[in-house]
């Protein structure tokens, strides 16, 4: 079946069927990767030792991204698949299984981490990413399987996850610091989409709700959700409510505009990197500017 999918993958390259998607250009060993964010991460260890394939381009929402058959072809003749796991990638579960049928090893970083539920019973929440320390075990996790996979260059490949987890620490260190100085009152997040409960658990921040119930972009607020969410807005005094990236930021604008107050709308990246060259396009980078802009945002 790997020989099959890796004989349909050579045709559409051939037809140009694989314009504008990563694909494996190389005999080195073949890492697919479905998130962007992880797949930074990924790259970051794998350095030139592992040809890293994102599936996700910026942007992208896991949530509902789909994959091309020649994606789905690339998929099943992967040497490793990193996923996220815990329901994100809601439209590439199926192929990642059944590229897993065929026996390629598949690590899920949902399968390593101190998993938080979500407080409406909607299942485990996937956004784990918004605490370093959740993401120091994923390293931990993937790094030895990509030192395996770089054979005669594993030393370099965990030198280069070791340098990561240095990189991550600071940057908890780093988060801990500037969100620990906002004053507890006024440490309250309202997004139009769940996403900062991983970051919310570790930093000591409340949050106030969201404008779409539940872990997925796919659904949207009842009328009661967004009127329990106005009444929390006001009562806390919020002055400042965030949308993410990847969505638009209308559901928002209508808490905002409900509030009937001067409420500011701030865009966070959350769900998938920024564009190359533009603020966020790393991980760490992503973090970073989002820790920046929430301390911006809540601080007196």
Request: charged share 20%; with cysteine; net charge negative.
């Amino acid at each position: 079946m790997r020989r099959a999918a890796a004989i349909l993958l050579a045709v559409l390259v051939a037809a140009g069927g694989l314009a504008g998607c990563a694909t494996p250009t190389d005999d080195r060993p073949s890492v697919y990767v479905t998130t962007n964010i992880l797949g930074d991460v990924v790259s970051e260890i794998a350095g030139e030792q592992l040809e890293v394939i994102t599936l996700m381009a910026p942007g992208a929402d896991p949530h509902s991204f789909e994959l091309s058959a020649q994606q789905v072809a690339g998929l099943r003749d992967a040497d490793l698949i990193v996923a996220n796991g815990l329901g994100l990638e809601e439209g590439l579960a199926q192929h990642v299984e059944a590229a897993a049928h065929d026996g390629v090893p598949v690590v899920e970083a949902g399968d390593h981490l101190d998993v938080l539920e979500y407080a409406e019973g909607a299942g485990p929440d996937p956004h784990f990413w918004t605490d370093p320390a959740q993401m120091l075990l994923v390293v931990d996790a993937i790094a030895p399987l990509l030192g395996e996979l770089a054979g005669d260059a594993e030393a370099d490949v965990l030198a280069a996850a070791a340098d990561y987890r240095a990189s991550l620490l600071a940057l908890d260190e780093e988060m801990a610091g500037s969100l620990g100085a906002i004053p507890a009152e006024h440490r309250a997040l309202v997004t139009n989409h769940h996403v900062f409960g991983y970051l919310a658990r570790r930093f000591d921040v409340t949050l106030l709700g969201a404008a779409i119930p539940g872990g997925t972009t796919l659904a949207a607020p009842s009328p009661a959700d967004l009127h329990e969410l106005v009444t929390a807005i006001d009562t806390a005094g919020v002055r400042t409510i965030f949308a993410e990236s990847s969505q638009p930021d209308r559901l928002v604008q209508v808490l905002a505009d409900e509030a009937d107050r001067d409420v500011a709308v701030v865009e966070l990246i959350t769900e998938s990197l920024a564009p190359t060259g533009e603020p966020g396009d790393t991980y760490l980078d992503m973090m970073h500017v989002n820790t920046e802009r929430i301390v911006q945002g809540l601080s007196p």
